[in-house]
């Protein structure tokens, strides 16, 4: 399937980009949004642009031959946004979606459209995989996963068969494993309108586990609100509940930080906004783009404005 960057368009006039400035890409992919980012800073601009999987970062430089000044590759996770970024920017974008090879490539284990190894990992240079969870975490460790992670209810349930079926035959396989989902929860699942099949949400909390994305999203935003300057922007799409609820809450405490002392209520800017949200609400893809690009229907895009010095 052909990569169509999501909720284009919003990304752009959020970003609100000018000519000259600095800017991050925390999530190159193929090069979708870095394409629209470099043009609108133009030839005085300079974009940062991270990617831990080294073959999309290869096929974006493909796409972006004609930019090759304009940008400085990082082939790392963006968790180390402050330490790889030099000096301030005007812009940084978080685009939180798999690439279309993750999805469409079988060897990578992120989907069960057809079958390939529980991998799941964004850096082929990491250790653990889906199948090294499956087969070695424990029963109690394996139903947090899918309760946070999945908001399974079932989870101690499915945790339990995982446990039971490994001590036969390893957790290999995608499809395979997809499958035995499927007959440990269709009993209640049954009676459900939903049309997910229910190994979605397991894949989804496994490959969240893989790559420890929630810890590393609360360490990204931290180091973005360092590195970006004050009136520079921070847009970020988000593709499940668990994602959105971490931004949204760390965006919120900035929105209204707390003031500590009395002593601090003294100086105007304690207590004062950190931020202000761009977005009323979140911005979700147009039935246009829902038909030219199915993959986007979870998106959920909010943005947020530096007012102030983020207090290190």
Request: charged share 30%; no cysteine.
């Amino acid at each position: 399937m052909e990569h169509l960057s999501v909720l284009k368009e919003s990304v752009q006039k959020y970003l609100e980009l000018k000519g000259g400035e600095i800017v991050v890409d925390t999530t190159l992919g193929l090069g979708g949004h870095a394409l629209e980012m470099v043009q609108a800073i133009g030839k005085e601009g300079k974009l940062y642009a991270f990617d831990q999987d080294e073959r999309n970062m290869e096929e974006a430089k493909r796409r972006l031959k004609d930019y090759e000044g304009q940008i400085t590759y990082i082939h790392d996770n963006f968790r180390y946004l402050k330490s790889r970024v030099t000096g301030e920017v005007d812009a940084i974008l978080f685009d939180l979606g798999l690439s279309s090879p993750h999805v469409d490539e079988a060897d990578r284990g992120f989907s069960f459209q057809q079958d390939g190894p529980l991998d799941m990992r964004f850096d082929p240079r990491s250790d653990l995989t889906a199948a090294t969870i499956l087969n070695t975490y424990s029963e109690e460790k394996l139903a947090e996963i899918f309760f946070k992670y999945a908001e399974e209810k079932q989870s101690h349930k499915l945790a339990r068969y995982i446990v039971q079926d490994r001590e036969e035959e390893l957790f290999e396989s995608t499809l395979k494993f997809a499958a035995f989902v499927e007959r440990v929860l269709r009993q209640k699942r049954a009676s459900k309108k939903s049309k997910a099949h229910p190994a979605t949400r397991v894949f989804q909390a496994l490959g969240i586990e893989v790559n420890n994305e929630m810890g590393v999203l609360e360490e990204a935003l931290e180091a973005a609100m360092e590195i970006v300057k004050v009136g520079g922007r921070i847009v970020l799409i988000s593709y499940h509940s668990i994602e959105d609820r971490l931004v949204k809450h760390f965006f919120r405490k900035l929105e209204n930080p707390p003031v500590s002392s009395p002593e601090q209520a003294a100086f105007q800017t304690h207590g004062d906004p950190i931020v202000e949200k761009m977005t009323r609400k979140p911005v979700i893809p147009t039935d246009q783009e829902l038909e030219e690009n199915p993959r986007s229907r979870s998106a959920k895009l909010r943005a947020y404005k530096k007012l102030l010095p983020y207090p290190s």
